[in-house]
């Protein structure tokens, strides 16, 4: 389905990129929720730098829930689907449950509750009308008011309030990452073939133990204005010799993981400072721990965040 002409001309006609206009916040909240009411289809591009990653998509609506297929068109085969709040990775010929854990930036998704002090962070703008895939978008640029978050820009579908691309940029303005989608079908248009095979095999599953949320006692006083704890749990990790504590705070865009762990002399335990597109990693030993830091947030912030990680004595 598509805006016809002349509505296209009167929503141009009508844009004013006011700064923080009162509608900014709410396309935010409207392609949180289309994300979980709307069938669509297609195949989206993840790109940073050089790096260029294709995946295509699926999610189908039913009476017993979301079902949603992710797989990978580049490189080795990976497969993920989602129902019901769970999630199962097809590699290698084995089924992984990876939870849904809050924080879990996924395309088309931005995050699951957008908080109220968004706008405290954030200056809203409306930039007007652009057009992906074929469908005519509203662009929202939500600015950082601050040099320790990136600034986001969004692409919403008019009709469907779908999310069909973001981008988030750095201090200079410049892109440090993107999602869009390069084709895509929505409503009864969207591909429902998979839904058969979307229970994943018992025999091939590899049983992971769940996260128990925890009050492990540590505290982050550097962090970012805004950003509040999300949860606080015991992951177990690939890899690792026992779990490791995981901390999540978000500030409605952008989220920040904090992991502790025993430091045990090995090549992870090294000082580095790591990207991927708008992603930075902080890790570094402090008193026989190993804190790893990451975000999507500038290096400045991460860093300033390890640095005020503390155990305050109280579990």
């Known amino acids: 389905m598509r805006v016809s002409l002349g509505l296209c001309c009167l929503l141009l ?5 006011a700064a923080d206009g009162g509608s900014g916040q709410d396309w935010l909240k409207t392609a949180n ?3 979980h009411k709307t069938n669509y289809s297609g195949v989206f591009v993840f790109q940073y730098g050089n790096h260029v990653e294709t995946s295509s998509i699926a999610h189908v609506v039913e009476p017993d829930g979301e079902y949603e297929k992710l797989e990978s068109l580049d490189g080795p085969k990976r497969e993920v689907i989602r129902h019901h709040g769970q999630a199962w990775c097809y590699w290698n010929n084995k089924v992984f449950p990876v939870g849904n854990l809050y924080g879990d930036r996924r395309f088309p998704l931005l995050l699951p509750d957008p908080l109220a002090s968004l706008r405290q962070n954030y200056q809203v703008k409306e930039l007007g009308m652009d057009r992906v895939a074929g469908y005519n978008t509203r662009v929202v640029l939500y600015q950082s008011r601050d040099n320790l978050r990136y600034s986001y820009k969004i692409w919403v579908d008019v009709i469907s309030g779908l999310l069909l691309k973001s981008a988030v940029l750095n201090e200079k303005n410049q892109i440090a990452e993107q ?14 073939s998979w839904l058969a095979d ?3 095999d018992s025999t091939k599953q590899v049983e992971i133990p769940p996260a128990p949320a925890i009050k492990s006692g540590w505290v982050v006083d550097g962090l970012p204005r805004g950003f509040i704890k999300a949860m606080e749990i015991l992951r177990p990790m690939h890899g690792k010799h026992s779990p490791v504590i995981q901390l999540v705070f978000s500030d409605g865009l952008s989220a920040i993981s904090v992991f502790i762990e025993t430091a045990d002399a090995d090549e992870d335990d090294n000082e580095a400072l790591t990207s991927r597109g708008a992603v930075n990693l902080y890790r570094k030993v402090v008193d026989n721990h190993l804190y790893n830091v990451v975000g999507e947030v500038p290096p400045k912030a991460v860093m300033q965040v390890l640095d005020s990680i503390r155990f305050n004595g109280k579990k």
Do not use: Q
């Open 13 to 17: 006609a009508a844009n004013v990129c």
């Open 33 to 35: 929720i289309a994300d």
């Open 179 to 192: 999602y869009a989608f390069t084709e895509l079908k929505l409503g009864n248009d969207a591909d429902h």
């Open 198 to 200: 979307s229970t994943p």
